[in-house]
């Protein structure tokens, strides 16, 4: 569910701390998401879900299978097919999905997807943040804050009035990195999760006013 960045509460502190700096010549390409990357974009999907990956870490089988029902049952809608992943990302012009691309292999994503609201009477933009991942074996380089700033930049060139994101409350790490980000959560609520059970979300707004965003 929501954007799954487990670990990404290193990132900032560890490219600090270590210096990270790749090479140019060896930094992933940031690219649009196309029909090539889809293979790459549902491995990446799939190994890399925060529920899946914090149970495994934490040897919660529960937590654990919940990630899998949750990545079995968007495989069989969302991204069961390219088609079918374009049909969500098609919906508004601002709505888009990239990917980072390092030696023909995706290791990064993120996409957005236009919401249009009445505020106060007048028509405005938000975007919601969906299908933030970075691979477990790129983190600690910077890839996550690049992405971020890849979708700020964008938000603002559209307009929008805000970013917002969801992703279990469980998922720590990946709020801690949202929030170094400028990203301030708004609300917790409970849904139904994959296995049934409750399931506590957290909701993210960035910026945490809703004044338009403009250089």
Known sequence: ???????????????????????????????????????????LFTRNE???????????????????????????????????????????PASRMWVLVSGGVVVGSVGVKAVADDDEGTRCLRLELTRMYVDASRRGMGFGRRLIEHAFAHAKKHHATQIFLTTPSVNVPAIGFYQRMGFA?????????????????????????SKVMVN
């Open 1 to 43: 569910p929501g954007e799954d960045v487990v670990g990404m509460a290193a990132v900032a502190a560890a490219a600090t701390a270590a210096k990270v700096a790749l090479p140019s010549s060896r930094l992933p390409v940031l690219t649009e998401l196309a029909g090539g990357h889809f293979p790459g974009f549902t491995d």
């Open 50 to 92: 925060c529920l899946k990956t914090l149970g495994s870490a934490r040897g919660d089988r529960a937590m654990e299978r919940n990630g899998d029902l949750y990545v079995q049952g968007v495989l069989a809608t969302e991204m069961a097919s390219w088609a079918s992943l374009v049909k969500v990302f098609s919906g508004a």
């Open 185 to 209: 959560v708004s609300r917790q609520f409970v849904v139904r999760g994959p296995d049934d059970a409750n399931l506590e979300l957290s909701e993210l707004r960035w910026p945490s006013s």
